[in-house]
C-alpha cells in the first residue's frame, strides 16, 4: 500500500489547467523531487495534495483514506506536513513557541498538552540547532533560520509524509551541500517520506532524491530513478530546449 | 514555564481594576469618572479577545453590546410583576448572554469566511441592518424603545433600582472587565491562544499545520460576543434604564473600541487596560479643557500614537522588560 496515490488529479484556475491528470504514488519513506521549469504546475500539485485547496477532478489517496475532499488541516492530522518556498513562521511567536505549535495540532496534536509540546520544541530546536534563539520571536531571524524553524515545526507535527517546497532556492551550493544532507539526516531519524519541491537546483535533486518527478505545463512528463530522469531527453529539452541541429531550417 | 507561573500576569490585571475602583470608591465624586473608565476598559477588554487575538476587525462589534442591552430590558420590562426580585437580573444577563452567542453564531457562519477587509466590510452591515429590522419591523416596540425605570422600581423598589443604576452595575462592568482578562489570560495559556496567534500571523500556514481554523475564530468570536452583550445588559440597560435602537446599535462605539485595543496594544493582556485609561482620561479632560473642540484634538493625537507606536503601550513595555523579572507579568 503506497503512503500517497494520487489518480487523475486535475485543476484548473478560469482556462488555464494548473495541474493536469497528474497520477502517481509515494510510497512510506521515500525520498522523492517534483522539479519542472517555473510554471510547470509543482505549487500547485502541492497545494492540491496537502489541501489548500481542493481538485477539480480525480481522488487523493493517503493510506487508503480518501482524502480529495478533506480540509488541509484533516489532512495535516493524518500526516502530511508542509514547509513553503518563502519562509512563514508565525512572526510574533518565539522559534519555540512556533515549533510547538506544530507539535500541538498536528498529526499527534490531539493528545499533547501545551507543556508537552514545548519540551517536544526544544528537541527539534536542538536537532536544528537554534538553542539560543529559542525565545526569540521568529519574525526577527535570517532567513536560513526562518527555513530551519519551518522545517522543524514540519516535523514536531510527526508526519508521515514531508512536503517541502523549493527548500533550497536562494542558496549558495555550500548552503544547498548542507541543507541536503539535513534533509537526509531527518528523513533516516525520523522515518517519513519527503517529498522535495526543486525548480532547477539539479545539485540538489541528484544529492537528494531516489525517484524524481518531472511536470512540464501541468502534466507528467516523467516518473523515474533519478539518474535516468536527469538523463533523460525530454527532461533536458524541456529545461534547455531541443538542440539547433535538431530543428529543421 | 511552569504551571503556576503562567498565570500571574492577571496581578496586574487585578491590581489596576482595584486601583480603579479603589479610586472611585474614597474620592468622593469621582465615580462618574471611574465608571467611564471601567466602561471603556471592559469594552477593550472584550473587543481584543476577538480582534486582537485573531486580527480581525469587527465594525459590527457594537451589536452585540446592542442585542444584551435588549436582553436584559425585556427580563425587566416584561418579568417585573412576577415577583423575581433581582432574579430579572440574572434571567437579564442569560437573555444578555443568549442574544448574543445567538447573533455572533448567525454573523460568524457568514462572514468568518471572509478575511481582512472583507469581513470588516461585511460586519459593517450586520449593526446598521440589525437596527433597521429591529425599527423597521417594530420588533421589542421598534424605535420607540423601552423605558423600564418604572418596571425596575417595581420589581426592586425604589432604592434597590437607584442604586443599581449608580453603583452595582458599575460594579458588575468590573466583574465582567475581569472575567474577560481572565478568559483572555486562559486562551493565551492553552492550545486555542496558540491556534490565534498561528492563524492571526498566517491564516494558510496555521490551516496545514493542522489548525482547524473556523473552529478557533468561532470560539474566540462566540466568546468576545458574548462579554459584548453582558457588557451592553450593565453597562446600558441596567445603568440608563432604557434602550432605544438608534442609541444601541451606533458605529461609533465600535470605533472607539478599535482605537482602545490599539492604543493599548492587541492581542495582549494589559493592553486593553491601558487603552481604555488613556482613552477615557485624554477625552474626559479634553473635554473639559476645551468643550467642544475635543475631537479635533483628540483625532491627531490618536492617529499620532498609533502611528509611533503600532505595537501599542504594553506592545512597547513587553520589549522593554524582555530578559527582566517583569517579563512574567506584562502580556
Not at chain 2, 213 to 229: E, H, M
Not at chain 2, 257 to 275: D, F, S
Not at chain 2, 288 to 300: E, R, S, T
Request: glycine share 10%; charged share 15%; proline share 4%.
Amino acid at each position: 500500500m503506497p503512503l500517497l496515490k494520487c489518480e487523475n488529479v486535475t485543476k484548473r484556475f478560469g482556462g488555464l489547467v494548473a495541474v493536469d491528470d497528474m497520477s502517481f504514488t509515494i510510497d512510506h519513506g521515500e525520498m522523492m523531487a517534483i522539479v519542472g521549469p517555473n510554471g510547470a504546475g509543482k505549487t500547485t500539485m502541492f497545494n492540491l495534495i496537502n489541501g489548500v485547496f481542493p481538485a477539480d477532478e480525480g481522488t487523493i489517496h493517503f493510506e487508503d483514506v480518501d482524502v480529495t475532499h478533506f480540509p488541509a488541516h484533516k489532512r495535516a492530522h493524518l500526516g502530511m506536513g508542509r514547509t513553503f518556498q518563502i519562509p512563514r513562521p508565525f512572526a510574533s511567536a518565539t522559534v519555540q513557541e512556533n515549533i510547538a505549535i506544530g507539535a500541538m495540532f498536528g498529526a499527534a496534536g490531539s493528545e499533547i498538552s501545551v507543556d508537552e509540546a514545548m519540551e517536544m520544541a526544544d528537541h527539534y530546536i536542538d536537532l536544528i540547532g537554534l538553542a539560543d534563539h529559542r525565545d526569540k520571536p521568529a519574525g526577527g531571524l535570517t532567513p536560513i533560520e526562518k527555513k530551519l524553524v519551518e522545517i522543524a515545526r514540519a516535523l514536531a507535527m510527526k508526519p508521515k509524509l514531508l512536503l517541502m517546497d523549493e527548500a533550497m532556492a536562494g542558496m549558495n551550493p555550500n548552503d544547498i551541500d548542507e541543507m541536503v544532507s539535513f534533509i537526509k539526516d531527518i528523513r533516516e531519524s525520523e522515518g517519513i517520506a519527503i517529498v522535495a519541491m526543486v525548480e532547477h537546483i539539479m545539485r540538489a535533486v541528484a544529492g537528494l532524491a531516489e525517484r524524481v518527478i518531472v511536470m512540464h505545463q501541468g502534466a507528467l512528463l516523467v516518473d523515474e530513478p533519478t539518474k535516468e530522469a536527469l538523463t533523460d531527453p525530454r527532461v533536458i529539452e524541456v529545461y534547455l530546449g531541443k538542440p539547433a541541429e535538431e530543428f529543421d531550417a | 514555564m511552569k504551571r503556576a507561573h503562567k498565570y500571574l500576569p492577571i496581578f496586574p490585571v487585578l491590581f489596576a481594576y482595584g486601583a480603579l475602583l479603589g479610586y472611585g470608591l474614597f474620592f468622593p465624586g469621582k465615580w462618574q469618572l471611574v465608571s467611564q473608565l471601567a466602561f471603556y476598559c471592559t469594552l477593550g477588554q472584550a473587543f481584543n479577545l476577538f480582534m486582537g487575538m485573531t486580527g480581525y476587525v469587527d465594525f459590527g462589534y457594537v451589536a452585540f453590546m446592542g442585542v444584551g442591552t435588549y436582553g436584559m430590558a425585556i427580563s425587566i420590562y416584561h418579568l417585573s410583576d412576577k415577583g423575581l426580585g433581582l432574579g430579572i437580573i440574572v434571567i437579564g444577563l442569560i437573555l444578555a448572554a443568549v442574544f448574543s452567542t445567538l447573533l455572533s453564531l448567525a454573523v460568524g457562519a457568514v462572514a468568518l469566511r471572509l478575511r481582512g477587509a472583507y469581513f470588516a466590510i461585511a460586519t459593517i452591515g450586520v449593526n446598521e441592518g440589525f437596527r433597521y429590522l429591529i425599527e423597521g419591523a417594530r420588533i421589542w416596540n421598534g424605535s420607540e424603545g423601552m423605558i423600564f425605570t418604572r418596571h425596575m422600581k417595581q420589581a426592586l423598589g425604589k432604592p434597590a433600582a437607584m442604586a443599581i443604576g449608580t453603583f452595582w452595575a458599575d460594579i458588575m462592568m468590573f466583574g465582567i472587565a475581569i472575567l474577560a482578562a481572565v478568559l483572555t489570560l486562559i486562551y493565551m495559556r492553552n492550545k486555542v491562544g496558540y491556534a490565534l496567534t498561528a492563524l492571526r500571523e498566517d491564516e494558510d500556514a496555521a490551516k496545514v499545520m493542522g489548525i482547524n481554523v473556523t473552529k478557533y475564530k468561532i470560539i474566540a468570536f462566540i466568546t468576545s460576543s458574548v462579554l459584548a452583550g453582558l457588557l451592553g445588559a450593565t453597562a446600558w440597560a441596567l445603568k440608563l434604564q432604557y434602550v432605544y435602537p438608534e442609541d444601541v446599535f451606533e458605529i461609533h462605539y465600535t470605533v472607539e473600541a478599535i482605537i482602545i485595543v490599539l492604543l493599548g496594544g492587541a492581542g495582549t493582556l494589559l493592553g486593553p487596560i491601558v487603552g481604555g485609561l488613556i482613552y477615557g482620561i485624554t477625552k474626559y479632560y479634553l473635554a473639559i479643557v476645551l468643550p467642544g473642540f475635543q475631537l479635533l484634538i483628540f483625532a491627531p493625537i490618536i492617529v499620532a500614537i498609533i502611528v509611533l507606536f503600532p505595537e501599542g503601550t504594553i506592545g512597547i513595555l513587553k520589549q522593554k522588560v524582555m530578559g527582566t523579572p517583569l517579563q512574567k507579568y506584562i502580556i
